[in-house]
């Protein structure tokens, strides 16, 4: 099976704080994602990743980095947090487009609140 | 207009019913598509996936899709307690090059009650 984990649940961070997210995937898988989920605005993909080192923006990256120094584990950093990121944040992989495979396979997902 | 669109409802249906979960699409290049459900605060899983029309069938679940129409469905059959969560479709173009990009509908919120 594949799994996807990132590194909370929950978090509560202060607004100006530098916040890390972290998600690893144990499958091999070329490319990451990172979505934040929003009632009413469902998912938004913020940036994501198809090599190591590799990057690409979103729909929505203002505000927001990204770090893949190794395969399995994609990074999502907030520089400077602020209320309005507070939200879910979910994590994704998928295998490779050269085998003709679209589906991602999602993380647990981190409940990040910035007060 | 969004690409996809999927009514949020909440939709709520007795025990043991066939429910009826649809998106429509604009971009007639999609040719990959998914279902995915999302228990509350929970990471969405993959439930179906399908390639170009046709309809694809795994125990209760039946996806299928009408490429003519630019219609996606997905029907549950006897459905159970269980199924209650949020059911979002995704779908993606054929292109060379193409990053595994999908296109999310918003989520339909199917309630089955006892």
């Known amino acids: 099976d594949v799994k996807v984990t990132q590194s909370s649940r929950y978090l509560v961070k202060r607004t100006g704080e530098k916040v890390f997210l972290e998600c690893v995937q144990d499958?091999?898988?070329?490319?990451m994602f990172w979505y934040r989920q929003d009632p009413g605005l469902g998912l938004r993909l913020i940036y994501f990743s198809y090599d190591v080192k590799m990057k690409e923006k979103g729909d929505i990256p203002e505000g927001y980095s990204v770090s893949r120094e190794k395969k399995e584990r994609f990074s999502l950093i907030l520089e400077s947090a602020s209320t309005n990121q507070t939200s879910m944040y979910l994590c994704a992989s998928n295998p490779s487009l050269a085998r003709n495979t679209y589906e991602q396979y999602f993380g647990p997902g981190t409940r990040l609140t910035v007060t | 207009q969004k690409e996809v669109e999927q009514d949020p409802g909440p939709l709520s249906v007795p025990e043991g019913a066939i429910v009826s979960l649809n998106c429509t699409y604009s971009?007639?290049?999609?040719?990959?598509f998914m279902w995915y459900r999302q228990y509350s605060r929970k990471g969405p899983e993959l439930l179906m996936y399908?390639?170009?029309?046709g309809n694809k069938e795994d125990g209760r679940f039946t996806a299928q899709v009408d490429k003519s129409s630019k219609y996606i469905s997905l029907f549950i059959r006897d459905s159970q307690p269980s199924d209650s969560a949020t059911y979002l479709c995704?779908?993606?173009?054929?292109?060379?090059?193409?990053?595994?990009?999908?296109?999310f509908g918003q989520g339909t919120t199917l309630q089955v009650k006892p």
């Open positions: 399908t390639y170009s029309s």
């Open positions: 499958m091999d898988h070329e490319n």
């Open positions: 995704a779908m993606a173009p054929f292109l060379s090059g193409n990053t595994g990009k999908l296109i």
């Open positions: 971009n007639s290049a999609f040719q990959y």
